[in-house]
């Protein structure tokens, strides 16, 4: 039954994947089916072995997985598609209090490898649209430039440490870290702002919008809100009035598909385990 499980999450993580590079969207059958099925064969699994532990761990990975994933939504991250993704996962994975479980190992592999897939993907966009990225950028640090002097200060402050101060190996090795991540982290920062600002924005008609979009503006009919960021996606409610209103175009900020990303951190969990075990 769990090798069952193991091909139930690959499934919905590909055509996830196809789909999310695609037209942008993860369809709910494909999530929904996900949480079912996984649910469900735990169910079965439990009554075959006569034990409550495989629907428990199910249950426990659905709650885990859709309290990160309403995090992740509300706070902006993630669209609906890759949160209701998140939660066929943990619905079919399970969470259990055993150190060497596939989940804790997904979850450290979808961080950093995450976080790798969405550089290199700003990387790419920041490339695609390199004459507006780089006079935003060069804007952005101008018009930071109080903000740019503090990780210099602290740079200083870091080197002068160093030099003055009788200090270990492993001290200095931090300082060393720290000299480098802080400029590092304040450019990096910048770089994100900008790619979003310079490509991750587009005008569509609302006949061209789907339920879910974040809409970048707030729109008004007659001194009335219909729709605007603090929406959290865009109802077909609201599609419905903004096409009655005759609405042209509508701004929306379009995200990175992550679900290629998940796919990537399972493939390499499956075949990998934990990389932090690797440090131990």
């Known amino acids: 039954m769990w090798l069952v499980l193991i091909f139930v999450v690959l499934f919905v993580l590909l055509v996830g994947t196809i789909t999310d590079l695609k037209i942008r ?19 079965i699994w439990s009554v075959n072995e ?17 309290l990160a994933a309403c995090a992740l939504y509300y706070f902006g991250q993630w669209g609906g ?15 259990n209090m055993d150190i060497n479980h596939i989940v804790l190992a997904f979850v450290v592999n979808a961080i950093w490898i995450g976080g790798v897939y969405g550089l290199i993907w700003s990387v790419v966009l920041a490339f695609k649209n390199w004459k507006k990225f780089k006079k935003e950028f060069r804007d952005k640090l101008h018009s930071h430039g109080m903000f740019r002097a503090v990780p210099l200060i ?13 200090v270990d190996f492993v001290f200095k090795s931090m300082i060393i870290a720290l000299v480098i991540l802080i400029p590092l982290f304040y450019y990096l920062t910048v770089f994100v702002r900008t790619v979003e600002s310079v490509a991750m924005y587009r005008l ?25 960021p ?47 075990f690797l440090l131990v």
Do not use: H
């Not at 969207?25 to 649910?39: H, M, R």
């Not at 006569?50 to 859709?66: R, T």
């Open 81 to 95: 598609g890759d949160s209701k993704a998140l939660m066929a996962i943990g619905a079919c994975l399970g969470i």
């Open 154 to 166: 602290a740079l200083l402050v870091l080197v002068l440490v160093s030099v003055f101060m009788k």
């Open 50 to 66: 006569w034990s409550y532990v495989p629907v428990l761990e199910g249950v426990i990975g659905f709650a885990g997985f859709f």
């Open 204 to 228: 569509v008609s609302p006949a061209e919008l789907t339920e879910g979009e974040w809409i970048a503006k707030d729109i008004f009919v007659n001194k009335k809100r219909v729709c605007g």
């Open 230 to 276: 603090g929406d959290l996606g865009v109802s077909e409610k609201q599609i419905k009035e903004l096409k009655k209103a005759k609405i042209k175009k509508v701004l929306v900020k379009i995200g990175i598909p992550f679900v290629p990303s998940l796919l990537l951190a399972y493939v390499f969990t499956l075949f990998a385990g934990n990389p932090l």
């Open 25 to 43: 969207e993860i369809p709910d059958w494909l999530t929904y089916g996900g949480v079912i099925a996984g649910l469900s064969l735990r169910l």
